[in-house]
């Protein structure tokens, strides 16, 4: 049985057996299919992955070429889709940073998916936590209630939110791009402030870590309160200062629906990147992915929703094509 040989690849060495990469393979294949994997293979899989996860630090260490990918929100044909444009690991790099769940129909089948991927190929996939991956925000916006619906019980949704607690805070690429998932914070001035927070628990109401997951940029100078009700928002002022003290060149983040998928702000020096096209299957926007070259050169590579197959949710929804109202 496939679980049973998932089931022996907890406490793995750094490099996989021959045997074990295979039935990672099956499983990853079978994700593909958009068929779930069983309450014990998810069991399995994620202690395998809170093991790859301890290997790396708060900020976590990440070389070029990358492709570096934006909220993602359970929207499982557009994940496929964007494997098909920018490429499957290890062909291609990733740096996933945050969102896999809620708002979408397919939170399961997406968060498996990144997972097994992170475990399968450990040194080509970086994930990072983001606002959603959290016991509070999915039980509010559709994940838990999914697990329930597929599983029967709750026991999944309890499975990846504590593997959330081992995700790392953010990453660095070539030590010149910092990559949060939200934004900066006036907690935090370097990025060693960073590597020293204990990060293996729910994400806080308030302070750095909430902050790095929750705040975001904005026109205003200065620190500001967020209309979202956690973290920040923060003008290019902070994002200057926050990058000359560590030696950046550009701050890199998720977080934010933008309609061309990608948008630059504070003087080209911080980027938002969103990878959820046609975001809640209703706001019109185009997704995208950055890739990044040895050199640091940038490409970035925009895409609109995939058709959802044969067997998936039907129903209608009317298409927005204005700037949305604010969402988390």
């Known amino acids: 049985m496939l679980e049973h040989r998932l089931d022996q690849i ?24 958009c068929r779930p994997l069983s309450e014990v293979e998810v069991h399995a899989l994620c202690i395998s992955a809170q093991n790859a996860l301890s290997k790396d630090a ?152 909430c902050d790095l997951m929750w705040s975001d940029p904005d026109d205003r100078l200065g620190w500001g309160i967020s209309p979202r009700g956690a973290g920040y928002t923060f003008g290019h002022d902070v994002s200057e200062k926050f990058i000359h003290e560590n030696g950046f060149e550009v701050i890199v983040r998720a977080h934010q629906l933008v309609m061309e998928g990608y948008n630059w702000t504070h003087k080209n020096r911080l980027l938002t990147i969103f990878s959820a096209p046609n975001y809640c299957y209703r706001c019109g926007n185009l997704a995208a992915i950055m890739e990044v070259d040895e050199d640091l050169g940038t490409n970035f590579i925009q895409f609109g929703s995939a058709p959802r197959r044969g067997g998936d949710i039907g129903w209608s929804v009317e298409v927005c094509h204005s700037s949305p109202d604010y969402f988390l």
């Open 10 to 33: 907890d406490q793995r060495p750094d490099k996989l057996r021959a045997s074990e990469a295979m039935v990672l393979d099956q499983s990853i294949g079978s994700l593909m299919l």
């Open 58 to 209: 708060n900020v976590h260490t990440v070389r070029s070429p990358v492709t570096i990918v934006g909220d993602i929100h359970g929207q499982f044909h557009d994940l496929l889709e964007l494997f098909r444009i920018g490429g499957c690991a290890p062909d291609t790099n990733y740096l996933f940073m945050g969102d896999y769940v809620d708002r979408g129909y397919y939170s399961v089948e997406c968060v498996t998916i990144i997972v097994a991927l992170k475990v399968r190929f450990p040194e080509r996939v970086t994930i990072l936590r983001g606002n959603h991956e959290s016991r509070q925000i999915t039980q509010v916006y559709g994940f838990y209630d999914e697990c329930v619906r597929k599983y029967g019980n709750a026991n999944v949704w309890k499975l990846f939110t504590d593997l959330f607690d081992h995700l790392p805070l953010a990453a660095v690429v070539d030590d010149r791009l910092f990559c949060p998932h939200g934004g900066l914070s006036p907690s935090l001035d370097t990025v060693d402030q960073i590597l020293a927070l204990d990060r293996v628990h729910e994400v806080p109401h308030e302070g750095p870590i």
